[in-house]
T-cell receptor, first 109, second 114 residues
Framework: GIQVEQSPPDLILQEGANSTLRCNFSDSVNNLQWFHQNPWGQLINLFYIPSGTKQNGRLSATTVATERYSLLYISSSQTTDSGVYFCAVELTGNTPLVFGKGTRLSVIA | KAGVTQTPRYLIKTRGQQVTLSCSPISGHRSVSWYQQTPGQGLQFLFEYFSETQRNKGNFPGRFSGRQFSNSRSEMNVSTLELGDSALYLC?????????????FGPGTRLTVT
């Protein structure tokens, strides 16, 4: 099956710093989503981005489908950005999301 | 629009018992998927229902089952609970009619088996 690898597994940042999270996937995908899991376990949708670039405030994402990777950028990080960030991909239209193991981000004041 | 809701939010059961979890999708969404999250295995797909039919199934034993009703609400059932079934169970819904397979997740049900 499709493999999804996220790096780094853990990241500690000082408040105000910028960061880049990476997601590599092993096959062409129909869907790619980035999520932030809050301390209570809820997965918050950040981006639906099977290709191209999107921005939402301090967050932006780029997916280069031909090279099978996606990047999530967090600028001017805040303590509320702490949590686990997941990348998930869907191979075709009728297949389930396959999640990476996540990047655990800790932003310290 | 209201988001995906899951009930109950927390549950404690004893080994050998059974449990039923409920998920109400976003209004208009006809696809509901279930995932199990554990520290060791991460997020794993259980099954997906679309218009009351199971469309996909993950690699879980037959003790895990589900169904979907005509109003798109879904339930999953775990029989003969084992300690290893302790996990966060997440439900997600999506709307294929919009042309986007984007999935939206509920807050989860945290199941503890003692």
């Amino acid at each position: 099956g499709i493999q999804v690898e996220q790096s780094p597994p853990d990241l500690i940042l000082q408040e105000g710093a910028n960061s880049t999270l990476r997601c590599n996937f092993s096959d062409s995908v129909n869907n790619l989503q980035w999520f932030h899991q809050n301390p209570w376990g809820q997965l918050i949708n950040l981006f639906y981005i099977p290709s191209g670039t999107k921005q939402n405030g301090r967050l932006s994402a780029t997916t280069v489908a031909t090279e099978r990777y996606s990047l999530l950028y967090i600028s001017s990080s805040q303590t509320t950005d702490s949590g686990v960030y997941f990348c998930a991909v869907e191979l075709t239209g009728n297949t389930p999301l396959v999640f990476g193991k996540g990047t655990r981000l800790s932003v310290i004041a | 629009k209201a988001g995906v809701t899951q009930t109950p939010r927390y549950l404690i059961k004893t080994r050998g018992q059974q449990v039923t979890l409920s998920c109400s999708p976003i209004s208009g969404h006809r696809s509901v998927s279930w995932y199990q999250q554990t520290p060791g295995q991460g997020l794993q797909f259980l099954f997906e229902y679309f218009s009351e039919t199971q469309r996909n199934k993950g690699n879980f034993p037959g003790r895990f089952s589900g169904r979907q009703f005509s109003n798109s609400r879904s339930e999953m059932n775990v029989s003969t609970l084992e300690l290893g079934d302790s996990a966060l169970y997440l439900c997600a819904s999506s709307s294929w009619t919009s042309g986007s397979p984007e999935q939206y997740f509920g807050p989860g049900t945290r199941l503890t088996v003692t």
